[in-house]
């Protein structure tokens, strides 16, 4: 949604890097640049001139002059006034003292405000609330039927006692106003605590709307009113949220199809003009696409410095907690990295959603949106086949794994030997990173990250002791008898090494444990 307005920003940014000292006419040239990249976005007039003014009048003063960094100064400054312009701080649904709790859903017709019932019933339920959806949306053909889709979908009743129409020559009959009053009965007897009312709209603003919309809202008294508006339509936004406003005082706003290829001056524009909080954002179609808004981190995504919080949100709430034991402790235990648990580990990232929309959260992920576009989501589907055509065996040691079993692994994926070939070289690489952390070396090419909580600390001490070697004495004498000693214990040494060869019987006395080796490794010896 905010591609073009990021890439026009970042790269109005990049002209104030390295400068030591920011002038008036630098900031009248980012200024400037900011505000063609904001009316080219759609965004409202009135807001644009607020956002750019408040920016200038910052930029020009104490805060950047005596900064360290001027150029990076500025870029915080937009930061906080887009955030600013969004909402400011994150806003929460307000719960009812005494339950239900009353969400009344309004907008116009198109927005997806059905759509949008089922997800917000999908993520209050996953929070622990049991919620009801009220069908009073009797104008739109299917629309009570596309909510009981939606509400099998996500697991939550619909109280829908009239059918509505099923095509737009059919004339509405049924009383909007009585069904979302008898669906909070419902709810009160069936003591479900969130009550979620899906109304009728419009192609455009009229009265009829405004009078069934503001009968709706006197007969429920609801305790939050949503307005569903689509983040796609433009400057038109502003009106039809203004007339809303005035209609039936809603106390929240939400973004709809936010993964479009729009403009989205509507998100920017929205809260500014009508001072009431973005609440929610919709960016897809699956139920699972709905997330809370966060105006900063919404600001971070359109100044490509990524949404990391998000991120790992995502990944708390669809991360298996036993899967992520276990791996923690093969970890500690400094055991291999094996196929299973890269199959796994693939298995969880999946869980978390579109991969595109995943990396496009990390910061300057707007330098390689390129690659990203046409990243192929059917890439771990691939993965999964060739580890899954390989045996048990090989998936523990890949390296038995020569050109004849890599030819049937890729007839029975479906893939190239190439393929098959590619992802052993990038799981060879991800074996060393991990037994590299496991040994507290930290990450390769990443000085100061040192493995986590101590895993190989006492590995390291040994091989900082085994590295200081001892003084050599400056007596001919001492030094000999030195040099003497050492040989003796490197003798004592090979001799009590196990006898034997790899082809030939070993040691009965052999103790696989005088090796010193990974734990779990031991079942490969015959032992």
């Not at 859903?105 to 009801?132: C, I, N, R």
């Amino acid at each position: 949604m905010f591609n073009s307005l990021s890439d026009r920003l970042t790269s109005t940014f990049k002209n104030l890097r390295g400068k030591g000292r920011v002038t008036e006419a630098d900031v009248d040239a980012t200024v400037r640049e900011i505000r063609r990249a904001l009316l080219d976005a759609d965004v409202a007039v009135p807001v644009v001139r607020a956002f750019t003014a408040s920016v200038k009048e910052r930029a020009l003063g104490l805060e950047v002059s005596q900064a360290l960094n001027p150029g990076q100064q500025v870029v915080k400054i937009v930061n906080e006034e887009l955030k600013a312009i969004l909402g400011g701080e994150t806003r929460r649904l307000r719960l009812a003292k005494n339950p239900p709790t009353v969400i009344m859903l309004a907008g116009l017709q198109g927005a997806g405000k059905t759509t949008l019932a089922g997800k917000l019933s999908k993520h209050l339920k996953s929070q622990g609330h049991s919620p009801l959806l009220v069908a009073a949306d009797l104008q739109r053909p299917n629309a009570v039927r596309q909510l009981q889709v939606n509400g099998e979908r996500a697991g939550v009743p619909v109280y829908a006692p009239h059918p509505g129409v099923s095509s737009e020559f059919e004339a509405a009959t049924g009383d909007p106003v009585a069904v979302a009053r008898q669906g909070i009965e419902e709810a009160r007897t069936k003591l479900y605590d969130v009550v979620i009312v899906d109304t009728a709209g419009r192609l455009g603003v009229d009265a009829e709307l405004m009078q069934q919309a503001a009968d709706i809202r006197a007969a429920i008294n609801p305790d939050e009113v949503l307005f569903v508006i689509d983040a796609m339509i433009g400057q038109d936004a502003v009106n039809t949220a203004q007339a809303f406003n005035e209609g039936v005082n809603f106390t929240g706003v939400v973004l709809t199809k936010l993964d479009g290829d729009a403009r989205g001056g509507a998100a920017l524009s929205v809260a500014s003009v009508t001072g009431k909080p973005i609440m929610f954002a919709s960016t897809g179609e699956a139920l699972t696409d709905f997330e809370v808004f966060h105006p900063d981190r919404m600001a971070s995504r359109i100044l490509d410095l990524g949404d990391v919080l998000t991120l790992i949100e995502q990944a708390e709430q669809s991360w298996d907690k036993d899967e992520a034991n276990r791996m923690a402790k093969k970890f500690a235990d400094q055991e291999d990295f094996t196929l299973d648990d890269f199959l796994a580990q693939m298995q969880q990232i999946r869980k978390m959603g579109s991969m595109k929309k995943m990396l496009m959260m990390m910061p300057g992920a707007a330098g390689m949106r390129e690659q990203l576009e046409n990243f192929d989501e059917r890439e771990i589907d691939r993965v999964e086949a060739i580890v899954r055509s390989m045996t048990p065996h090989e998936r523990v040691a890949p390296k038995i794994i020569n050109g004849s079993r890599r030819a049937r692994i890729a007839r029975g994926s479906g893939v190239h030997v190439s393929e098959v070939n590619g992802l052993l070289e990038r799981f060879v690489q991800a074996q060393k990173m991990m037994k590299k952390m496991a040994q507290g070396g930290g990450i390769p090419g990443m000085p100061g990250m040192a493995g986590p909580g101590g895993f190989g600390g006492a590995r390291k001490k040994q091989q900082a002791a085994k590295g200081k070697k001892k003084a050599k004495s400056g007596n001919p004498a001492k030094a000999a008898q030195e040099r003497a000693a050492a040989e003796a214990r490197a003798a004592g040494a090979r001799k009590a090494l196990p006898t034997g060869s790899a082809f030939g019987a070993q040691d009965a006395d052999f103790d696989p444990a005088s090796l010193n080796l990974p734990k779990g490794f031991d079942k490969f010896l015959g032992k």
